[in-house]
């Protein structure tokens, strides 16, 4: 694993300097002084790929409002669905994930509750709705699209301890509770296919509109594609778990430079037939226009036979 995808702990004083270092791109070699100085319980905790891992689809959490949401229910609209682990109380790393990830909401296309659905679960089993609601009416306000529909699609619920460690545990994202109350923990989000699969991952605080739309094409399998636009954009991108984003796939963009080649040459070709065949109309209406009305070949010529 990439040191660039390593956790982001949420501690205090030096240690969430540490912390604060290594999320926003410092130099290695300061994080790793700093490192001698952060308990044990905040090691090892990293965000694991799990690609193609379905979230059991029997975990229910609670919602804002109280209210009992299945993961089925969550999932039923057949939407891709961006997941986002955090706790409420969290002093510093999990609003900043909640903020940028609504930053991306904002400048994409695509709107929530038309192309995708969100779920923010707390990992701290001790938090309670009044915790997601306090959350949700924070962030659903700053969407610049929203509505009572999206207000609805944008779910903040805590759970219990299973359901917290079942998902956690389909997901890869792994947690440690630390001895002042706070925790370690990863940064980042994951995108889940309609289906509940894990169909991208985003490390970090960094989530570009463009490649979370690509991820939400990708999670449903071209299914939110707006235009022929976005269906070409997910047939030439392809996400790069080496990399940790989407890049152009070579072989699908010679395949559809070879398809466009191979139209551009049927449609020059269907068009010079087509130029051609004009022409010989007009030459024979020419011809047929210059003949007088009922006359035929020789009519009218001297030493004719009539």
Known sequence: MRTDRRSILSLRPLALAACAAVAFGSSLAPAQVLEKDIPEQARGVELEEHFGQRVPMNLVFTEANAQPLPMAEVLSGGLPVVLALVYYDCPIVCPV?????????????????????????????????????DAKTQYTSLYNRRTSETDAAWSFCVADQDTIDRLTSAVGFKTNKLPDGEFAHPVGITVLSPEGEVAAYFHGFDYPPRDLKLAMLDASNGGVARSFGDRLLHFCYRYDPNAGSYSMHAMNVMRLAGVLTVIGLIALIGGLLTIERLRNRSKTKTLTDAQPSGSFPGAGVPGSVS
């Open 97 to 133: 994930v909640l903020r940028k990830m609504l930053e991306s909401f904002n400048d994409l296309e695509y709107t929530m509750g038309q192309e995708f659905n969100v779920l923010v679960v707390s990992f701290d089993a001790s938090e309670t709705p009044t915790h997601a609601l």
